[in-house]
């Protein structure tokens, strides 16, 4: 596709369930990032990937959180055992991987844990 | 702890009225972004600069990178109701690895 795109767009969860959101990046984009925002503040960097591989995960609130890409393209974020405090839009963005490269992001996966 | 602070939280003006938001921190950039970000979308890129003392305009949009390249502004002249919605700085330490965002400033132009 043209942008990055995420799927769901909207998750509604019991607390204690497992969810997994994915991001489909820009064709050709070798670096990929997964940040979180909740409702009107900035964002908090999770991870980032360049190709398959993941040199910064510093951002992860738990061990809880977990992220793979494969194949240098589609990424997947997992929260396991969902809490109420996880409920946040989390945003995929990507880019060419070189500094100064503009970051493009999707529309996001608004979650809800209830 | 590399921290990016932004101000103000929040704007509230008439359309036609001017305004100044700040972005700053104790480290140098390697570069700095605005993004604005309206509702159920993700944040769009306006401007990247990356000289100390660069000025770049984008319409009625002036942005500023502090000589020091610790800090920068952004100055909307004339503001119009579209310009509504949540401006956010980052600031990139480390070349490409990642960006690390200001808490943002909501907007809200008032026809």
């Known amino acids: 596709g043209a942008g990055v795109s995420q799927s769901p767009s909207n998750k509604v969860t019991e607390k204690g369930k497992d969810v997994e959101l994915r991001c489909d990046p820009i064709?050709?984009?070798?670096?990929l990032y997964w940040y979180r925002q909740s409702l009107g503040q900035g964002l908090e960097f999770l991870i980032y990937?360049?190709?398959?591989?993941?040199?910064?995960k510093s951002g992860l609130p738990s061990d809880r959180f977990s992220a793979e890409r494969t194949g240098g393209s589609v990424s997947t974020l997992t929260i396991q055992r969902t809490q109420q405090e996880d409920s946040a839009v989390y945003l995929c963005?990507?880019?060419?991987?070189?500094?100064?490269?503009?970051?493009?992001f999707g529309e996001g996966s608004w979650l809800t844990v209830v | 702890t590399q921290l990016l602070e932004q101000s103000p939280q929040f704007l509230s003006i008439q359309e036609g009225e001017n305004l100044t938001v700040y972005c700053n921190s104790s480290?140098?950039?390697?570069?700095l972004q605005w993004y604005r970000q309206e509702p159920g979308e993700g944040p769009v890129l306006l401007v990247t600069?990356?000289?100390?003392?660069e000025v770049k305009k984008l319409k009625r949009l002036t942005f500023q990178f502090g000589d020091a390249r610790k800090d920068s502004s952004l100055h909307i002249t004339a503001a119009q109701p579209g310009d509504t919605g949540l401006y956010l700085c980052?600031?990139?330490?480390?070349?490409?690895?990642?960006?690390?965002f200001g808490a943002g400033t909501i907007l809200r132009v008032k026809s």
């Open positions: 990937f360049q190709g398959n591989s993941a040199p910064d």
């Open positions: 600069v990356v000289t100390g003392g």
């Open positions: 064709s050709g984009h070798t670096a």
């Open positions: 980052a600031g990139d330490w480390e070349y490409g690895n990642k960006l690390v």
């Open positions: 480290s140098v950039f390697s570069s």
């Open positions: 963005a990507s880019s060419l991987g070189n500094s100064g490269n503009t970051i493009y």
